[in-house]
């Protein structure tokens, strides 16, 4: 399948040539993780999960890293402000590694929730450390970087093609940031960023540091902490390789934390940092940005909370395409409710019917619908155009095996758990011994195998240990006879 992408670096759709044939690397920002994450970074992070599934889905083995920011990342993007670690340790009387450790939890829990896959590192940017500074030390002995008694700063003059990524005018960029940051007069220029911070100025109190081989004269040891973006440079490259097919993250990374690791990353390794860079739009609350202040900064669990079921947020993250801005609202989530039990009923259906049907050939008819899903998939990770293929499916007039075949492949990559979900309901019926359920899935694949006679001693059997059957959408469920 010949697959497009949106890649931010030039702005255009290109056609997807992974660097090597089978196999796919891909670095996604994780999250911060000082606090619980609102529902617009788990559309990011769903986005994500809907490339890595798609992927897979076209036979690529995808290797992918998702890591988790613990230390470094400042109030602001740039190098101003309060370390986001420290700040949460502040707000709840832990350290930094306590805050790490329960909303690390958290956002697990919650992408659990959602059907996130399980990326394949999940790296702690606090556990690369010393590759951290190896890389800075590159930076350093290539003069891509130097030193002032507060940290240690990427010269950005010196890497020609720092606004490839955002399209902006570095002279624009450079009158701009004039204003933003003056605690450090050695800087070279306001736009050079850092890539160590010592344990000095704005920072002598801070929590987390580590010696290293840098001077200053304000510390011993070169004590102090790593910049947030030569952590995800350091983590991928240490992960992935120097060069990887895709990156992604929020389109706010794209003038500064994507646009410095780019600069570390291709002045310290000498090559083409990402092929492809995808970058997801944000999700509003009632057309407005989503805030904290607002109270618009929704958790899973707010959600969970009012009775909604995680997958119907998933199931709402798929109707929109992740270049596109995201509008959610509560009648909007209450729609996609009601969208994804609907598809779940309709699921059961053919699954039931599947078991009375015999037909075994797939008709041109059904592969014209995967077909088209293929290619919803292939235009630039389509997902809401795939997800309406999914419906159009369901209401043709394909045979339920067909359908139950073709739904249960497409949701591979939507995630909602079709199957998953109609087991856990059976397993409501937990009360009833495990020796008439055996009996029951005998009977089942005795049907299936068209042995009646068989079915038939066993339907007796059931009755006779004082069970009865009963024929649902979901498929037969054991009843206890009164
Ligand atoms: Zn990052």
């Not at 089978?22 to 670095?27: A, G």
């Not at 990402?274 to 997801?280: P, Q």
């Not at 909604?308 to 270049?323: E, K, N, S, V, W």
């Not at 014209?368 to 155009?385: C, G, H, M, T, V």
Request: glycine share 6%; charged share 25%.
């Amino acid at each position: 399948m010949k697959i497009t992408v949106y890649n931010t670096l030039g702005r255009q759709l290109e056609g997807f040539a992974p660097l090597s044939p089978d196999k796919i690397l891909i670095y996604h920002c994780g999250p911060t993780v000082y606090w619980t994450q609102h529902i617009g970074n788990l559309r990011g992070m769903t986005m994500g999960d809907l490339v890595v599934r798609t992927l897979r889905f076209f036979g690529y083995d995808v290797r992918h890293a998702r890591n988790y920011t613990d230390v470094g990342h400042l109030t602001s993007d740039s190098d101003a402000g309060e370390d986001k670690m420290e700040k949460g340790a502040k707000r709840e009387g832990m350290t930094p590694e306590q805050i790490a450790d329960k909303y690390i939890a958290l956002f697990e829990r919650d992408t659990r929730a959602i059907n996130l896959l399980e990326p394949t590192y999940k790296p702690r940017a606090t556990e690369y450390v010393p590759d951290m500074i190896a890389m800075v030390q590159t930076l350093l002995d290539k003069g891509f970087a130097y030193a002032t008694p507060l940290a240690v700063y990427f010269d950005v003059k010196k890497f020609p093609s720092y606004t490839r990524l955002s399209g902006q005018n570095l002279e624009q960029l450079l009158s701009g940031a004039g204003s933003a940051d003056v605690s450090d007069p050695n800087k070279h220029s306001p736009i050079d960023f850092a890539l160590w911070f010592f344990k000095a100025g704005t920072h002598e109190q801070a929590l987390q540091t580590w010696p290293s081989p840098f001077s200053s004269p304000l510390v011993k040891n070169g004590e102090g902490f790593p910049g947030w973006h030569i952590e995800c440079s350091t983590m991928a490259k240490k992960l992935l390789g120097d060069t990887i097919d895709i990156h992604m993250g929020g389109i706010e990374h794209i003038p500064v934390h994507h646009t410095n690791e780019i600069a570390q990353s291709e002045s310290a390794n000498d090559t083409q940092f990402v092929t492809y860079w995808l970058h997801n739009e944000h999700l509003v609350v009632d057309n407005e940005k989503m805030a904290k202040s607002l109270g618009t900064g929704f958790s899973l669990q707010e959600i969970i909370d009012k009775g909604y079921d995680p997958l119907a947020l998933r199931y709402f993250f798929l109707g929109a395409h992740y270049r596109s801005k995201q509008n959610f609202t509560w009648d909007a989530l209450r729609a996609a409710q009601n969208g994804l039990e609907e598809f779940r009923k309709r699921f059961l259906e053919q699954k039931t019917a599947t078991k009375q049907e015999s037909a075994d050939q797939i008709s041109s008819g059904a592969r014209e619908y995967k077909d088209r899903f293929d290619a919803a998939l292939a235009s630039d990770f389509n997902i809401p155009q795939a997800l309406a293929v999914a419906w159009e499916t369901i209401k043709s007039k394909l045979s339920s095996k067909e359908k139950y075949a073709l739904l249960k492949t497409m949701d591979t990559v939507l995630g909602l758990n079709l199957d998953a979900y109609h087991e856990q309901n059976r397993q409501e019926d937990a009360h009833i011994p495990e020796t008439v359920q055996r009996l029951l899935e005998e009977r089942e694949q005795a049907r299936a195998a068209q042995n009646f006679e068989r079915a038939d001693q066993l339907r007796t059997a059931i009755k006779e240990a004082g069970y009865y059957i009963e024929d649902t959408p979901a498929g037969p469920r054991l009843g206890e006879k009164t």
